[in-house]
């Protein structure tokens, strides 16, 4: 195995970039990295995971707008063949800003932070405030994607690939009019659809969800005040915008429908479904503004009441709970259940069933990785260990399932702090039980999103 030292020295004074999120300030190559347990057959490709990674010296402002360091794991014949980690050479990290000189938006400028997926040929680093950025098998950057000089907005970091159609549905928002776009790629990549969808001012619409029919929008109250602006994120909650889901078919016919909800924000779904009486079913994690407040001040946000002492740590304890939306396009009504009271973030789901009916979710919480039954109600938990930092679980469908929906596999990438290293999870789905640990050479900060990527099938 070949590394180079790490610095682990903590790069600014930031409170949202200490502990586990403490940025590392080299780029290494490991090899031949050490495996505990077995890795399954079904793991032959790459995991790939992004988040923020401010250079020595540099604070951004907010937990969301650093740099984005790109960590990937080559898994292959039962062997952990590499690791290495690459900051994503945007504008933004060449030194470029966020506004041209006519005073026009960059949309070049980004962190490419917060997730990384693949769609038809390319692979792609994404953030919500411009541009994607296309990097390869390697961590090394292209550049900014357009699909061909046919977007002209940001792209969400939580675009929706249908397993049935293979397209890719995604959106924009911005502070300024149009505020929300949708777009849909094609299986191939090809840019095929924009519609702009109106909305009364710019909210920070982080995810949204699709069914088989339908995409649902999440109009929510946390809003765009450019007051605000000047290297952190210019929104803050307001209690006078409202919070409202909306409907809209997928096939362009029809007004989008709107379905009032009590006040909260969601950064993530897990997914949406339609039922059998023809209802739509939403699954995400919910914050009060209490919760919201809390988090959102740790993370360098802005709140109307600031608290002297928090309590909250991040990557550690979550502010969030697992609810449940029912939306009865009949009656025009809307009902809401929590289905766990425990905090939570990160929910993932087997995207093979995107959109579809799904029995289990998957979300982190305080040392520990979470199994949810959304019939029986109950959660089963994997310990990681006290003082650890869990990643999102992302899910690896086994070669043999026996349309069993959790017959695979989770990767999490477990932060033990800045003294004690990091390691790739692998757990069994079924029964939460740890198939095999790939011990990272170099220390992981905790992160945010990122994507198993198998190799193709011969």
Not at 274 to 302: C, K, N, P
Not at 318 to 332: E, K, N
């Amino acid at each position: 195995m070949t590394t180079t030292p790490e610095n682990t020295t903590e790069v600014s004074n930031s409170p949202y970039h200490v502990g586990h999120y403490t940025p590392v300030t080299d780029e290494i190559d490991g090899f031949d990295l050490k495996v505990t347990g077995t890795l399954p057959p079904e793991l032959t490709g790459r995991y790939l995971r992004t988040g923020t990674n401010p250079r020595p010296g540099e604070d951004p402002g907010h937990l969301f707008t650093g740099n984005g360091m790109l960590h990937g794991v080559r898994l292959r014949d039962g062997r952990a063949e590499w690791y290495r980690n690459r900051w994503v050479r945007t504008s933004k990290f060449a030194g470029k800003r966020l506004r041209n000189e006519d005073g026009s938006v960059d949309l070049t400028a980004v962190g490419a932070n917060t997730h990384v997926i693949a769609h038809a040929d390319k692979l792609l680093a994404l953030t919500e405030s411009g541009f994607p950025y296309e990097v390869t098998g390697e961590l090394g950057t292209v550049g900014p994607c357009t699909f061909g000089g046919r977007l002209t907005t940001a792209m969400t970091a939580h675009p929706k690939e249908d397993p049935v159609t293979g397209e890719l549905l995604f959106f924009g928002y911005s502070a300024v009019a149009p505020h929300l776009t949708y777009h849909r790629l094609s299986a191939a990549g090809e840019l095929v659809e924009s519609r702009r969808i109106a909305v009364p001012a710019g909210t920070m619409m982080h995810d949204f969800a699709i069914t088989e029919n339908h995409v649902i929008w999440l109009d929510l109250p946390v809003v765009f005040d450019l007051r605000l602006a000047g290297g952190g994120m210019p929104m803050r909650w307001d209690d006078t915008y409202g919070a409202r889901l909306g409907l809209m078919r997928r096939d362009g016919t029809g007004d989008v429908r709107w379905f009032d909800i009590d006040p909260c924000y969601i950064f993530h779904v897990a997914n949406a479904h339609e039922d059998t009486t023809g209802r739509i079913v939403l699954e995400a994690v919910r914050y009060s503004r209490t919760a919201f407040d809390t988090m959102w001040q740790a993370m360098g946000g802005h709140v109307a009441n600031p608290v002297t002492d928090t309590g909250w740590v991040l990557g550690e304890t979550q502010g969030g709970q697992v609810h449940r939306w029912l939306l009865d396009p009949a009656t025009g009504t809307v009902s809401e259940q929590a289905l766990d009271d425990r905090g939570v973030e990160m929910p993932t789901v087997n995207d093979n069933l995107t959109g579809r009916y799904s029995r289990y979710l998957y979300t982190v919480t305080e040392h520990a990785i979470l199994k949810h039954d959304t019939v029986t109600g109950t959660a089963t938990p994997y310990g990681t260990g006290h003082g650890t930092s869990p990643g999102e679980a992302v899910f690896v469908p086994a070669h043999d399932n026996g349309n069993d929906e959790d017959a695979g596999y989770l990767l999490s990438m477990v932060s033990h702090g800045t003294t004690h290293g990091s390691e790739l999870l692998v757990l069994n789905a079924q029964d939460m039980t740890r198939t095999a640990t790939v011990h990272m050479p170099h220390r992981v900060p905790a992160g945010v999103h990122g994507s198993w990527i198998p190799d193709p099938q011969a």
